[in-house]
């Protein structure tokens, strides 16, 4: 049986899905197609990852097909960092919504707390940021809220957020964060995150599971672990007769933690899906909770601006 994380209403999100990050807008409608075929039922979207229009090309098919009916399925995605100030928010949701057909979201993520000017992708250098006192977080938090109490996003929460940040957010006193995704995998725990957010009634997310192999070069670093390749991951899968992509997925569905795998290749939708279905001894999650060394790939130093505000340690709190 797959895994659910229950929210406050009761409104219930399959615990494995699929994530899109990377997946090519050339593949990807296939891989979707293919995805929910197989059994997918959540699949995790963001506008920066540019290839909303083609997942919403799948999703209407596999809706028009009876393969899956709209109500059946949870769909994420994230704002972009250059819709942050009030009046951008809503149109940036009801973009996402048009690329993906749908006329609401399960759940909209607040994709980092950086702020871009509007229409910046990317920033070349820091004339493109806007600080926090520019674009203040809870500015964006209350646009969110708007947009949730319409109907445009059922949930609403937050990715890449630190324990300060998301405490800044739960002070303002509405709607708290449902949700927040973050970066997940043996060599990166999290314990206080994840302790702090299920103590807080929020869900968390993993992302970059297996470790994000396939990232763009800006995002590697000489020497980087791979969690695939670890041999403790290695000798579990072995011993169980599984792959070690499948005991990385296994291990946050154990902790009560969602997980996004990405694939755009049949064969491994398929391994990454049957993941749900595995159970882990504790000793196993013992010998997996001692590999921390707190490794960030996605570490965030391609977002520093200093004068604006931003450094790598003002953006994890750490
Ligand atoms: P592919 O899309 O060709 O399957 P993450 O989810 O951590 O971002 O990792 C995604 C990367 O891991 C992609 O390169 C993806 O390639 C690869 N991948 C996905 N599933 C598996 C698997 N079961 N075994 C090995 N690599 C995988």
């Excluded at 302790?195 to 800006?218: E, K, W």
């Amino acid at each position: 049986m797959m895994k659910m994380l229950t929210y406050s209403n009761n409104d219930q999100m399959p615990a494995l899905g699929l994530g899109t990050w990377k997946s090519d807008p050339g593949v990807v409608k296939k891989a979707i197609i293919e995805a929910i075929a197989i059994g997918y039922l959540h699949i995790d979207c963001a506008a920066i990852y540019g290839n909303e229009n083609e997942i919403g090309e799948a999703l209407e098919e596999c809706m028009n097909k009876g393969m899956v009916k709209r109500e059946e399925l949870w769909i994420t995605s994230k704002l972009w960092n250059d819709s942050h100030k009030q009046g951008e928010v809503q149109p940036a949701l009801e973009k996402t919504l048009a690329d993906l057909r749908l006329d609401y979201l399960d759940l909209y993520l607040m994709h980092w707390p950086v702020a871009f000017k509007h229409g910046t992708s990317f920033p070349e250098n820091s004339e493109g940021y806007l600080s926090l006192d520019e674009a203040p977080l809870a500015e964006t938090w209350q646009a969110m809220q708007e947009v949730q109490k319409k109907g445009l996003a059922k949930h609403i929460g937050t990715s890449n957020f630190s324990i300060n940040k998301l405490e800044q957010l739960i002070a303002l006193g509405g709607q708290i964060p449902e949700m927040n995704q973050v970066e997940l995998h043996p060599y990166l725990q999290q314990q206080g995150l994840i302790d702090f957010c299920h103590q807080n009634d929020i869900h968390v997310t993993a992302y970059s599971p297996l470790g994000s192999m396939d990232r763009p070069q800006v995002f590697k670093k000489e020497g980087e672990p791979v969690p695939l390749e670890n041999g403790t991951i290695k000798s579990i899968a072995e011993a169980k007769g599984i792959s070690p992509a499948q005991v990385l997925l296994a291990w946050p569905l154990h902790r009560k933690i969602s997980v996004i795998p990405k694939s755009t290749n049949p064969k491994r939708l398929r391994e990454n899906f049957e993941a749900h279905a595995i159970a882990l001894s504790d000793d196993e999650m013992h010998a997996i909770a001692s590999l921390d060394q707190h490794e960030r790939i996605i570490d965030g130093s391609f977002f520093v601006a200093e004068d604006k505000g931003y450094t790598v340690a003002n953006l994890w709190d750490e």
